[in-house]
């Protein structure tokens, strides 16, 4: 049998990622080549460093070690996801009497992206074991939220107008909360003038332009009955999703006219390549070509390994909390419209649904159609709280799929709940001056970028 420095980097790489997937000693044994003892070994090791890397001791900078250190390097994580650990480490320092190295945050970052439940898709559990073998200086967070995957995400952003573009503590925590995704919606806003939400985008683009991942946007019309108006819009990355169409749900059902307060804004989504053609073998860098190499001895399906949704459609909701029975079953209905009209088997229905804490009683969720069809999966329980407030815990929003493909390319360990008050260590007020309600993100398998 092989030995420990026999072994290559790539191999013991294997190891932990097949432990990781929960394979046996035996299995990862016979598929690396090499002894039951040394896959418990490297895997240990790896367990307690992070790493399968010897590491010369006593160099670099001091570690963050206080609860403050650890915040700062959390966010900067957040809101720089495609930078590299050195450009983390530059920004992290900047201003800052207490450095820290690049292994640090190589650390810190290997330490987030598991606290965020991310092992369950086999590109990222690939990944983790990649973090083992590879450089620091030139890992980069890009491949842990990669093209493999989209994170879609729903905002009810309490009232958004001018008054929270002017606060800077607030408009940092919406940015931060919508450059975490690749596909916001942004519901509530009340801006009468139209000007806050292209000022929102102005602020996004110029934050994160270094990134090169410029944002777009779609927006409604101003929807609602009488004086009191909203709008729904979806901001998204241009370099990796394009709006094929938007619809307007035109909410003009015989015998049940003017069933929503703010009818969908409904949007169909693709990933740039949608043309029917997969990206060939000469556009696939090494690093693509090794991880398709590590997913498949593992027994891993040709279809976790590529693409699995290249287009869906998303069908937002905002319902008022009076009337949360009647508009979440009217949602069957727009479905149905709404699949006549495109051509789309992968549907998101998302957003605030107010589908809880009282408003919407035990005895009438067998009466709703969108909960009683098997067809639609509900991605979040009712115990799920999406509310800021510590003496609400409330399931207000939801995520709810349909379509076998759409279904397969999300998992339910996906869902996300961004605690913006944890992250930023707001105090209640504080968080509430932002929203009511924390952003939900779930995590959708697509198309990958090409080359």
């Known amino acids: 049998m092989g030995k420990c420095k026999d072994l290559s980097e790539f191999d013991k790489g294997q190891i932990v990622m097949a432990r990781r997937l929960d394979h046996s000693i035996s299995k990862t044994a016979a598929l690396v080549g090499c002894s039951w003892s040394l896959v418990v070994s490297i895997y240990q090791k790896w367990s307690k460093e992070g790493t399968v890397v010897n590491r010369r001791q006593g160099h670099g900078w001091p570690r963050l070690t206080d609860a403050c250190g650890e915040r700062r390097l959390a966010c900067v994580i957040r809101s720089n996801r495609r930078a590299t650990v050195a450009q983390i480490a530059k920004e992290v320092n900047a201003g800052s009497d207490r450095k820290v190295s690049e292994c640090t945050v190589h650390d810190g970052s290997e330490l987030f992206w598991q606290q965020k439940g991310d092992q369950h898709n086999i590109r990222q559990v690939i990944m983790l074991c990649l973090i083992a073998v590879m450089k620091p200086t030139v890992f980069l967070l890009l491949s842990l939220g990669g093209a493999l995957s989209l994170k879609i995400c729903s905002f009810n952003i309490r009232s958004f107008g001018e008054s929270k573009i002017s606060k800077p503590d607030v408009l940092n925590v919406i940015l931060e909360s919508i450059n975490r995704c690749d596909i916001m919606l942004v519901m509530e806003i009340k801006d009468a003038k139209g000007q806050a939400f292209p000022r929102l985008m102005a602020h996004l683009n110029r ?48 015998e049940d006219i003017d069933a929503f307060a703010r ?29 398709i190499v590590m997913a498949r001895p593992l027994d891993q399906s040709i279809s976790k390994t590529a693409a699995e949704v290249k287009e869906f459609v998303v069908i ?17 209905d727009v479905y149905q419209n709404v699949s006549q009209h495109w051509q789309s088997q992968n549907f998101i229905i998302m957003g605030d649904f107010n589908a809880a804490c009282g408003y919407i009683p035990k005895k009438e969720w067998r009466n709703i159609r969108l909960r009683s069809d098997s067809s639609f999966v509900w991605l979040t329980d009712d115990k799920l709280d999406t509310s800021v407030k510590e003496s609400t815990k409330c399931a207000y929003d939801r995520v709810v799929l349909h379509g076998k493909a ?17 992250a930023f260590g707001l105090t209640e007020q504080e968080a509430l001056a932002v929203s009511d309600h924390f952003p939900l993100c779930i995590t959708v398998n697509a198309a990958p970028k090409k080359g």
């Open 406 to 422: 759409m279904i397969q390319a999300v998992k339910a360990e996906s869902v996300e709940v961004y605690d913006f008050k944890q």
């Open 263 to 291: 009818e969908p804004y409904v949007v169909w989504f693709s990933s740039p390549t949608t043309a029917g053609k997969m990206g060939k073998r000469k556009d696939l860098c090494k690093f693509n070509k090794d991880q």
């Open 316 to 332: 937002p909701i905002h319902t008022p909390p009076e009337a949360a029975v009647k508009e979440i079953d009217e949602l069957y």
């Open 207 to 254: 934050k994160y332009s270094g990134q090169k991942h410029k944002y777009g946007y779609v927006i409604s019309q101003r929807l609602g009955r009488k004086s009191y108006k909203e709008q729904y819009a979806f901001v998204y990355r241009q370099k990796l999703v394009s709006v094929k169409s938007v619809y307007q749900y035109p909410d003009m059902q015989p």
